[in-house]
Structure formats: C-alpha cells, structure tokens
C-alpha cells in the first residue's frame, strides 16, 4: 500500500525557493562553500558526496550523447597554458566585464549587474560602457552592499584571466584557462591527424576553467571554478551540411533577437525544422544541435516548461560568433544561462595560425586535379640580408603572404611592405616575383567550427531546483527531489528493517548484489524506518529496498521496494531484484508495470 495521503493533483507540490535549496544542498551533501573552516572564499564551492556523483552522472549522460552517440573524440588538456595562447584567443585584450566600485566601502561590483538588479534593462552587458553609466545616474542606482549611491562613479573594464607563472626564476607567464575551448584549438594540426585530416569531426572535453569574477553570487550559478563541457566540432563550410532529419520535429521554445526587440515580443513556440524554413535559426549547425540538446536537457531533468532557447542580441555576441543561442532556465523567476551554441567561423583556428608555427588547416583534395595560376617569390637573399639583418626572414613571409593576397603590389619597380610600423621599400627584382601555371591535387581550408558549451554547474543547480518537491506523507511534511534515475547519486537505499542480525545479513547480501551489476547502493540502519525513508527523499534516491521478517521467513524470499515519489511499495523476488532495478534504471521498465 502506498503510505502517501495527499491530493490527486499532482501540481500541488511546492516548488524550491533558492535559500532552501543553498540549505537542503549544504545539509545533504550536495554543494557548501569552499575553506570553511578559514572564513569561506567567494566564488568557490565544494562539492559532497552527492554533489559529485550527480555532477559525475551529468557529465556521463553528457559524454554518453555528445562524445559516443554522435562519434566524437574526447581530450583532456591542462587548465593553465602558457600566455602565447591567450595573445592569440584574443582573451589578453577582450575578455573583460564591467566594473564599479563604490566610493564609500570600497566594494567592486559588476557593473551590468547592478543595473539588471535594479532596472528593466535585462541584457545591460550588451551596452556600451557610457550607457551603462548614464543608466546607474539617471535610476540613482546604489551600492549593493553599504547603500551608497554609484552616480557619477567610473565604470572600467576589468579584465577575468587568472594569472601565473609556468617555472622558477625567469618564469614564463601563462594563464588558467577561462574556457576549455583554447585547448582543443590549440592541439588542433595534431588532433587532425587522428581524424585521418577528414572534414566534419569534432572533438570534445569536460573540465575545469576559472574567470576571476567581479562580484560571484547565487551559489554555484556564477562562481570563480567551474565545470565546462565543450564541443568543438570543424566542418567545411562550403560542402558539410548536418542531417536535419533527426532533430526537425523537435519541439522548441524559442526567443529570438527581434522578438527582444519589439515591443509586445515574447517566445515562439515552433519545430527545429520550421525554424530553420522560417529563417528563425539561420545556422543549420546551431539548430541541428539545439534539436539534440533540447531532449537530452529534458532527460536529465530540466523542467521543459522552465526551459527556452534564446538568441544573443547583437550587442552581447561575441565578435568572432555570426549567430549564437543559449540554452536557458528558470531559476527563481530569473533566466540563466545553462549553454551556449555558437558559429565560431574561422576565427579560432585562424588566429592560432596566425601566432604559432603550425598549420591550422586541413588539406582538401579536388575531385580532379585542377591547373591554376599562382604568385610566388623567391627572394634574393643576398640583398636582403644585409638590409633587414634578423628581420630578413619576417620580410619573407610579408612578402608571401603580399604575392597571395594581392599580385598586383609587384606591378611597378618596387614593393611596399610593413614591418612593426615602418613602411620599407623593396626593389620587385630582388622579390623573384613570378606568376606560374602550377597543377594542384587540392587546397589547404581553415575548417569553420559550431560550438556547444555547457555550464556543467548550472545545469547541476537547475536540475536540483526542478526537483525540490514539498508535501505531505500520511499528515507529515516531506521533502524530496525528483530526480530523474539516470542522474540521481544514489540509486537504491537498503534497509534492515530492526537491527538484527539475520536481517542485516539478508541486507548487505542485496548491497553486494545490487553493486555487482553497476548500480549505486546505500545502506542505512539508522532510525526508525519512516526516518530512513525521509532521508533518501531528501537526497533524490529513486528506490528504498527493505529487509523485514517476510524476507527471512517465508518460503519465497522478497523485500519491500518502495518508490520515491509516490511512495507506493511492491514486494518483489530477491532473486529478481538485480535485473528488474536495472531495467528501471535503464529505462526499459517502469515500476508501475510491476
């Protein structure tokens, strides 16, 4: 019999307020502030015993769908590079937030914050920095921690590396990474080869990364160390088109940039396939992957109707991206970002090809061999030598790069060239300047790369918020999280029903059991029973298993399985327990077909 007493609608349950969640989290085990015990750290977090298995789980479904189902390779390169490739990224110089400090307690905050906070705008990070100081003096806006007015206070860039140094004494300066992204670019002529130099292939990473934040809040949603999952997938972008097939009934909810412009704008609901016909999504790489990603969120938890696709504004893309879209939740009433799903272009590779001393393409062989014209130089040494010294070898490239780009700058005597600011004329006969028919097999293309990046620790949070349920169980409150069995940290709770010998022996029996065919197991012989239960409501785990005297006295051993969320429980065959567990949990039966 079920032990439950409450209304047929289902709906009724109360939902999770943050500060209960931040609570039930740091009670459990989920998450809790860093270093405690010296006063804690702002933007870092700890996560428990089970935080981190449901972290893991998320990560497994992930690499399950993002890396095996779609044939992906996966890295794993360190988080602190050395400062070259930064330089080259481009992060040294644009990766920055909005700063204020307040004139009267000294404390910085971020800048579009405080107007998001406090106003109607919502996307303040896409203004310009003189607007956003207009917006804090015309709504007065004050400081968030002492109640100072901000009007009239400077708002700066501040840029988020983390920096370091990489050895002893004259140490190389290098960087921790503020994107996994970097690292995969970077290993990309090596990477390449293991992809037998064939377009499309993409290539993805879990890992850390570490933007030092302004001002962290809201827990683990903004934090200084965080959980990225990444993919970086290289496409041809004159031949490589997806295969909409699979993902275009896909039902979204969409918020595109003009319907956040327009005055009485709001979400569209619609198909990936209707939105790519309709020009909605004008990348069909995005869509094809929005289409992907929009199930798996729902599977591992997201609330769909808390859940929505919206498209960057102009002013908040990145500039290197054509089209972007987040993956977005409802927290709280407030959306936050969970993914961003990126047209990258060439930008990437082109930039690191430009810095180092690879080649970032990939070598595209025609279908037949084609007979073309080409510019080449051969410079003559013996004249450059001497007049460039230690230069004379970048004057090379220049002149390279100048025949490829434009022939034309070698029609007359002599050849401009630039070399760190200073404009050098070259004699076009000491350049070997020709133009020769050559016969080519094919062309070296810099790939264009569509990216998905997840935020592993808000999509943590956002599954927990969706799961915190409130209610009552024969005329006592409960708590419980629903979540769902493919990520839940502990799958099965095993309990004697008394402390008794042959009971707690029948017990351990079923744990060992249960753990041989993979499945997480606790076993708890503290309390009475309904407390038991409580508990592994409160953690999210699916299944409760009891030991009691049935087991051990009648002919046919069977123990109590009890369901989290409807508290029904159903006898069921020892024997049996493994597999039908298994089956649930791999979603090929349901506990109601018992």
Same mark, same amino acid.
């Given at each position: 019999?079920?032990?439950?007493?409450?209304?047929?609608?289902?709906?009724?349950?109360?939902?999770?307020?943050?500060?209960?969640?931040?609570?039930?989290?740091?009670?459990?085990?989920?998450?809790?502030?860093?270093?405690?015990?010296?006063?804690?750290?702002?933007?870092?977090?700890?996560?428990?015993?089970?935080?981190?298995?449901?972290?893991?789980?998320?990560?497994?479904?992930?690499?399950?769908?993002?890396?095996?189902?779609? &044939?992906?390779?996966?890295?794993?390169?360190?988080?602190?590079?050395?400062?070259?490739?930064?330089?080259?990224?481009?992060?040294?110089?644009?990766?920055?937030?909005?700063?204020?400090?307040?004139?009267?307690?000294? %404390?910085?905050?971020?800048?579009?914050?405080?107007?998001?906070?406090?106003?109607?705008?919502? #996307?303040? %990070?896409?203004?310009?920095?003189?607007?956003?100081?207009?917006?804090?003096?015309?709504?007065?806006?004050?400081?968030?921690?002492?109640?100072?007015?901000?009007?009239?206070?400077?708002?700066?860039?501040?840029?988020?590396?983390?920096?370091?140094?990489?050895?002893?004494?004259?140490?190389?300066?290098?960087?921790?990474?503020?994107?996994?992204?970097? &690292?995969?670019?970077?290993?990309?002529?090596?990477?390449?080869?293991?992809?037998?130099?064939?377009?499309?292939?993409?290539?993805?990473?879990?890992?850390?990364?570490?933007?030092?934040?302004?001002?962290?809040?809201?827990?683990?949603?903004?934090?200084?160390?965080?959980?990225?999952?990444?993919?970086?997938?290289?496409?041809?972008?004159?031949?490589?088109?997806?295969?909409?097939?699979?993902?275009?009934?896909?039902?979204?909810?969409?918020?595109?940039?003009?319907?956040?412009?327009?005055?009485?704008? &709001? +979400?569209?609901?619609?198909?990936?396939?209707?939105?790519?016909?309709?020009?909605?999504?004008?990348?069909?790489?995005?869509?094809?992957?929005?289409?992907?990603?929009? @199930?798996?969120?729902?599977?591992?938890?997201?609330?769909?109707?808390?859940?929505?696709?919206?498209?960057?504004?102009? *002013? +908040?893309?990145?500039?290197?991206?054509?089209?972007?879209? !987040?993956?977005?939740?409802?927290?709280?009433?407030?959306?936050?970002?969970?993914?961003?799903?990126?047209?990258?272009?060439?930008? #990437?590779?082109?930039? $690191?090809?430009? $810095?180092?001393?690879?080649?970032?393409?990939?070598?595209?062989?025609?279908?037949?061999?084609?007979?073309?014209?080409?510019?080449?130089?051969?410079?003559?040494?013996?004249?450059?030598?001497?007049?460039?010294?230690? !230069?004379?070898?970048?004057?090379?490239?220049?002149?390279?790069?100048?025949?490829?780009?434009?022939?034309?700058?070698?029609?007359?005597?002599?050849?401009?060239?630039?070399?760190?600011?200073?404009? $050098?004329?070259?004699?076009?006969?000491?350049?070997?300047?020709?133009?020769?028919?050559?016969? +080519?097999?094919?062309?070296?293309?810099?790939?264009?790369?569509?990216? @998905?990046?997840? *935020?592993?620790?808000?999509?943590?949070?956002?599954?927990? $918020?969706?799961?915190?349920?409130?209610?009552?169980?024969?005329?006592?409150?409960?708590?419980?999280?629903?979540?769902?069995?493919?990520?839940?940290?502990?799958?099965? &709770?095993?309990?004697?029903?008394?402390?008794?010998?042959?009971?707690?022996?029948?017990?351990?029996?079923?744990?060992?059991?249960?753990?041989?065919?993979?499945?997480?197991?606790?076993?708890?012989?503290? *309390?009475?029973?309904?407390?038991?239960?409580?508990?592994?409501?409160?953690?999210?785990? @699916?299944?409760?298993?009891?030991?009691?005297?049935?087991?051990?006295?009648?002919?046919?051993?069977?123990?109590?399985?009890?369901?989290?969320?409807?508290?029904?429980?159903?006898?069921?065959?020892?024997?049996?327990?493994?597999?039908?567990?298994?089956?649930?949990?791999?979603?090929?039966?349901?506990?109601?077909?018992?």
């Amino acid at each position: 019999m079920s032990e439950r007493e409450r209304a047929d609608d289902t709906e009724s349950a109360t939902a999770a307020t943050s500060e209960k969640l931040v609570e039930l989290a740091k009670r459990r085990g989920y998450f809790f502030q860093s270093s405690g015990a010296y006063g804690g750290v702002g933007g870092f977090y700890t996560f428990g015993p089970q935080g981190a298995a449901l972290k893991g789980n998320v990560e497994d479904a992930w690499r399950d769908r993002f890396a095996v189902a779609e &044939g992906n390779m996966e890295i794993d390169a360190p988080t602190i590079m050395p400062e070259p490739v930064f330089e080259a990224s481009g992060h040294l110089d644009g990766f920055d937030d909005m700063l204020v400090e307040c004139p009267e307690c000294g %404390e910085s905050h971020r800048a579009d914050h405080v107007v998001e906070d406090n106003t109607e705008y919502e #996307d303040a %990070e896409s203004l310009p920095i003189p607007e956003v100081e207009e917006v804090i003096a015309e709504y007065e806006l004050v400081c968030p921690n002492c109640g100072s007015g901000l009007a009239g206070q400077a708002v700066e860039t501040f840029n988020l590396m983390f920096a370091t140094n990489i050895g002893p004494g004259d140490s190389d300066p290098g960087y921790m990474r503020p994107e996994t992204a970097q &690292g995969i670019f970077v290993e990309f002529p090596r990477l390449k080869e293991y992809a037998r130099n064939q377009l499309p292939f993409g290539v993805t990473q879990i890992g850390r990364a570490y933007r030092n934040e302004i001002s962290p809040r809201r827990s683990i949603i903004r934090t200084r160390e965080f959980t990225q999952a990444e993919l970086e997938y290289f496409i041809d972008p004159e031949t490589d088109e997806p295969d909409l097939s699979s993902v275009e009934d896909v039902e979204v909810t969409l918020y595109p940039a003009s319907e956040q412009n327009a005055e009485d704008g &709001g +979400e569209i609901r619609t198909t990936i396939g209707e939105a790519v016909d309709e020009g909605i999504i004008t990348s069909p790489w995005v869509a094809y992957f929005l289409g992907v990603a929009k @199930p798996w969120y729902d599977a591992v938890g997201v609330d769909m109707d808390r859940f929505r696709f919206r498209q960057h504004l102009s *002013g +908040e893309r990145a500039h290197y991206a054509s089209d972007c879209w !987040d993956a977005e939740s409802e927290v709280d009433g407030n959306w936050i970002e969970m993914a961003g799903f990126a047209y990258r272009g060439d930008y #990437d590779l082109s930039k $690191h090809g430009e $810095h180092s001393d690879d080649r970032f393409t990939i070598f595209k062989q025609y279908d037949e061999p084609k007979t073309v014209e080409r510019a080449t130089v051969d410079p003559d040494m013996s004249y450059l030598g001497p007049e460039f010294g230690g !230069d004379a070898q970048a004057v090379v490239q220049k002149l390279e790069d100048l025949a490829a780009r434009d022939r034309s700058a070698f029609d007359g005597d002599a050849v401009e060239i630039d070399l760190e600011g200073e404009t $050098h004329e070259i004699p076009v006969e000491k350049t070997g300047f020709a133009v020769e028919e050559q016969t +080519e097999a094919g062309e070296h293309i810099t790939p264009h790369v569509v990216e @998905p990046s997840f *935020g592993v620790d808000r999509l943590v949070y956002t599954v927990l $918020h969706h799961a915190y349920r409130e209610d009552e169980v024969a005329d006592e409150e409960r708590t419980y999280l629903e979540l769902e069995p493919e990520v839940a940290p502990t799958f099965v &709770g095993v309990f004697p029903l008394q402390n008794d010998d042959e009971l707690e022996s029948q017990a351990n029996e079923i744990v060992a059991d249960l753990r041989e065919v993979g499945l997480s197991v606790t076993y708890d012989d503290s *309390g009475n029973i309904g407390r038991r239960y409580r508990r592994q409501d409160e953690v999210g785990t @699916p299944f409760c298993v009891t030991v009691d005297y049935e087991t051990v006295e009648d002919e046919e051993t069977t123990v109590t399985v009890r369901e989290r969320d409807t508290t029904d429980q159903k006898r069921l065959p020892v024997d049996d327990l493994a597999e039908t567990l298994s089956s649930i949990r791999e979603g090929d039966l349901e506990f109601d077909e018992l």
